[in-house]
């Protein structure tokens, strides 16, 4: 039998990537034996009936009907046990969902649908399967990126037993919740969903930093929308719209909608009332606390939160800097010195993001800041990184300088000079270094 994501994916009209095989009438020792004169078989798992093949450059996941029972808290607090002779149906009834709950019979060449899967697709439902569910806390994490993935709701039902389960998900290793919130951000089309969902399961009690957005307060001349949180829902769904039309790949989009998710984490910190309006002073800088947290939570890679902060601290960059250009035209050195700090493309995605994340009347025409910071960049060749220093060492060493605190200093100074715009090539930067050395 074919099970899970792949038939489930087949019946949506997405071409399935992964495959998971349920094999049936057949000891482990049995199927071992038989897939050996095929592919290359991995025993990761036979002690719970569980293969991994190679088969035509595919991996293949390849196991037997378990039953299992709980005996502790967690996903690992239970025992498993596998049995070839199971029928489909009570196989499928420890699966999370009943759309992951549909086989296809691959000899009989048909469907298998003993709990209703097909009627739940077809109607848009996330619905649990049986109390198996409660074995492992990461299904209410589930329910939230396929909510959010494929836009359907959460049956009323499953949203009961998720709360119920709350006090369970402190138990979820960092590296779990990382895959399903990665699920979330680059598959969703409206990843907003996915995250309403967490607020209607409880899961959001894991991430009190995006809890906290909830009737947080901004400036509601600008903000038409609400609070904070409804503003972050809406510029989440707005950059995942934008990393489509850029036909971004997987890391540039992680890397925009993690940037996306705690531009403003840092807004409640510093909602401050000013002459009778919400303003929020230094919320750029005060995000990067709470951003450092919430991805430490997600089990984010810490090279790629250190990106996720330089963005969330520079985020409010395109607004300032354009708005500086009104009154006096911004020097190319200011744009250079942004462009090592962090990727001006990706700033400016996320700006436009934030942009149009409101419902101020403004919001749906072009955005004024990021065309100027894009242009100024461009034109300066600093748009998708900043520029490397001209002047080296060897150039130095070449001059006569040896290596110790005055080539240092002649280097610092050299790159400074570079931004500032004093040269733009070899011949200019040993011109302006010459007079330095004597």
Not at 89 to 96: F, G, K, P
Not at 171 to 183: A, D, M, N, V, Y
Not at 402 to 417: C, E, I
């Amino acid at each position: 039998m074919l099970v899970g994501g792949a038939v489930r994916d087949y019946q949506l009209g997405i071409i399935p990537k992964d495959f998971d095989i349920e094999a049936y009438g057949l000891k482990v020792s049995e199927l071992m034996e038989a897939l050996e004169k095929k592919a290359k078989v991995f025993a990761v798992g036979k002690s719970f009936g569980v293969l991994k093949v190679r088969l035509h450059g595919m991996d293949i996941d390849i196991s037997l009907p378990r039953r299992e029972r709980k005996i502790g808290i967690g996903h690992r607090g239970f025992e498993v046990d596998y049995d070839h002779h199971m029928s489909f149906a009570e196989a499928a009834s420890r699966r999370d969902f009943t759309i992951n709950a549909i086989g296809f019979d691959l000899i009989a060449n048909e469907f298998l649908d003993p709990w209703g899967g097909m009627s739940d697709l077809r109607a848009g439902i996330i619905r649990h399967v049986s109390d198996a569910f409660d074995e492992d806390p990461l299904r209410l994490l589930r329910a939230c990126q396929f909510a959010g993935r494929f836009g359907f709701i959460i049956a009323a039902e499953t949203l009961i037993k998720c709360r119920s389960l709350q006090g369970e998900l402190s138990t979820l290793s960092k590296e779990r919740i990382w895959e399903e919130f990665k699920k979330l951000l680059l598959r969703s089309r409206k990843p907003s969903i996915g995250i309403l969902a967490m607020e209607a399961t409880g899961v959001l009690i894991l991430f009190p930093e995006l809890a906290q957005l909830q009737g947080a307060y901004h400036n509601p001349v600008s903000h038409h929308e609400g609070d904070v949180w409804t503003h972050n829902n809406l510029v989440l769904d707005s950059c995942a719209a934008i990393c489509r039309e850029a036909a971004l790949n997987d890391d540039e989009t992680l890397l925009l909608m993690l940037s996306a998710l705690c531009h403003d984490l840092g807004k409640p910190k510093t909602a401050t009332l000013m002459d009778g309006v919400w303003r929020n002073p230094r919320h750029e800088e005060e995000g990067v606390t709470p951003t450092q947290s919430l991805l430490t939570t997600m089990g984010c890679p810490p090279y790629l939160m250190q990106r996720v902060i330089a963005l969330v601290r520079e985020h409010g960059q395109p607004l300032h800097l354009w708005r500086q250009n009104q009154i006096q035209t911004v020097g190319d050195g200011i744009i250079r010195r942004l462009a090592l700090r962090v990727p001006i493309q990706t700033l400016c995605r996320l700006a436009l993001a934030d942009f149009r994340g409101r419902t101020s009347p403004d919001a749906t025409g072009p955005c004024p800041m990021v065309e100027w910071l894009n242009g100024r960049a461009a034109a300066l060749g600093v748009l998708e990184a900043g520029p490397a220093p001209i002047l080296l060492g060897r150039h130095l060493q070449a001059l006569g300088v040896k290596s110790g605190p005055l080539m240092g200093s002649l280097l610092k100074d050299a790159f400074q000079a570079q931004l500032d715009g004093d040269f733009s090539d070899l011949p200019g930067a040993i011109a302006w270094v010459k007079p330095r050395i004597n």
